[in-house]
């Protein structure tokens, strides 16, 4: 399901959690929602399940207003962190509300990846602990099969073989049943080769939307004798240097085409990639705009208030 959302604004009391966000997102692709704690994550995305009502813009899933329209929310699920579904009494509860819901359900697929997390139907909410809650809310996000399916940190107290179980069955049934999904996670590192595109949002602000590879090609760290980085990088936009003694390391966000590259080679200096989630952490520094000083053309149109 394709979402559209144009100059969004949510306000709790004096708090404006999301601040003028447009963007839009197509149907059939996995989305990487960063940002830093209190960013606006969580608001946003509730507002794209219905669960809150916008303050101010518009909100269109699948072409139709979400907040109280059940035709549209019954085809999308968000699911929260471990702690929601505490209320509900058995798993097998959890799952037979979650059929009731959702009109694409697949209950031996529910039970597949039951299976794969060593959950039981006859298990009591209550009594899990809170990785395996975390893993009953992703066999609802994923059995669901919503046009729309978000996942908001639905990774927390999970062990690592348990994440990784999620992540490959989330990649092996995107590919069999293609939707739209929303992944917010701080683990970056371990989720960015789920996403095709990224969007980092700063203080209820969308600064960056581009495709992954788009956005990790964007970043090189250039390394060697200070004086040479200092002058290789004058002019370009730097978004950190370290230095260790006569050596520095700068990481500079923009295109760095051919003849640049191949003269940095030849003045000694080496250029390599830069980790995704060192880039979203400069790309979001508080001190400095960084990410607001080099957006992607996307974010860029977004602040104008133009359309992609
Ligand atoms: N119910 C609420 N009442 C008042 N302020 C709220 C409420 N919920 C969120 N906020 C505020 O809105 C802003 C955005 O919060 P939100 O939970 O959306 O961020 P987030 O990016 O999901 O954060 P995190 O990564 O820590 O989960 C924060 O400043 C937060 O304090």
Same mark, same amino acid.
């Given at each position: 399901?394709?979402?559209?959302?144009?100059?969004?604004?949510?306000?709790?009391?004096?708090?404006?959690?999301?601040?003028?966000?447009?963007?839009?997102? !197509?149907?059939?692709?996995?989305?990487?929602?960063?940002?830093?704690?209190?960013?606006?994550?969580?608001?946003?995305?509730?507002?794209?399940?219905?669960?809150?009502?916008?303050?101010?813009?518009?909100?269109?899933?699948?072409?139709? $207003?979400?907040?109280?329209?059940?035709?549209?929310?019954?085809?999308?699920?968000?699911?929260?962190?471990?702690?929601?579904?505490?209320?509900?009494?058995?798993?097998?509860?959890?799952?037979?509300?979650?059929?009731?819901?959702? $009109?694409?359900?697949?209950?031996?697929?529910?039970?597949?990846?039951?299976?794969?997390?060593?959950?039981?139907?006859?298990?009591?909410?209550?009594?899990?602990?809170?990785?395996?809650?975390?893993?009953?809310?992703?066999?609802?996000?994923?059995?669901?099969?919503?046009?729309?399916?978000?996942?908001?940190?639905?990774?927390?107290?999970?062990?690592?073989?348990?994440?990784?179980?999620?992540?490959?069955?989330?990649?092996? !049934?995107?590919?069999?049943?293609?939707?739209?999904?929303?992944?917010?996670?701080?683990?970056?590192?371990?989720?960015?080769?789920?996403?095709?595109?990224?969007?980092?949002?700063?203080?209820?602000?969308?600064?960056?939307?581009?495709?992954?590879?788009?956005?990790?090609?964007?970043?090189?760290?250039?390394?060697?004798?200070? !004086?040479?980085?200092?002058?290789?990088?004058?002019?370009?936009?730097?978004?950190?240097?370290?230095?260790?003694? $006569?050596?520095?390391?700068?990481?500079?966000?923009?295109?760095?085409?051919?003849?640049?590259?191949?003269?940095?080679?030849?003045?000694?200096?080496?250029?390599?990639?830069?980790?995704?989630?060192?880039?979203?952490?400069?790309?979001?520094? $508080?001190?400095?705009?960084?990410?607001?000083?080099?957006?992607?053309?996307?974010?860029?149109?977004?602040?104008?208030?133009?359309?992609?």
């Amino acid at each position: 399901m394709n979402v559209e959302v144009r100059d969004l604004r949510v306000d709790y009391g004096e708090v404006r959690a999301v601040d003028g966000m447009t963007f839009s997102l !197509d149907e059939g692709k996995i989305y990487g929602l960063l940002g830093r704690n209190g960013s606006g994550k969580t608001t946003l995305m509730s507002v794209l399940a219905g669960f809150r009502r916008e303050s101010g813009g518009t909100v269109r899933v699948g072409g139709r $207003p979400v907040f109280e329209n059940g035709k549209v929310t019954s085809e999308i699920c968000l699911i929260r962190d471990a702690g929601e579904t505490i209320d509900i009494d058995k798993v097998d509860d959890a799952l037979y509300f979650a059929e009731w819901l959702r $009109p694409r359900w697949d209950a031996a697929y529910a039970d597949e990846l039951l299976e794969r997390f060593g959950l039981r139907r006859k298990m009591s909410v209550k009594a899990m602990s809170k990785g395996q809650r975390s893993a009953l809310g992703v066999v609802v996000g994923l059995a669901g099969r919503s046009p729309l399916t978000m996942f908001d940190e639905s990774y927390l107290g999970m062990d690592a073989p348990s994440r990784y179980a999620f992540y490959d069955a989330l990649l092996a !049934d995107f590919m069999a049943h293609s939707r739209t999904i929303i992944l917010s996670t701080h683990l970056i590192e371990e989720y960015s080769s789920l996403f095709e595109e990224v969007m980092i949002i700063d203080r209820g602000r969308l600064v960056v939307q581009e495709e992954s590879q788009t956005l990790l090609s964007r970043g090189t760290a250039v390394t060697g004798p200070a !004086d040479r980085v200092e002058e290789f990088t004058a002019g370009l936009t730097v978004l950190n240097t370290r230095r260790l003694g $006569p050596t520095a390391s700068a990481m500079v966000y923009g295109d760095l085409d051919e003849a640049r590259r191949r003269k940095a080679r030849e003045t000694g200096l080496e250029l390599g990639p830069i980790a995704m989630q060192d880039l979203f952490v400069h790309l979001t520094e $508080p001190s400095g705009d960084a990410a607001r000083a080099v957006p992607s053309e996307d974010a860029s149109a977004d602040r104008s208030g133009d359309t992609r």
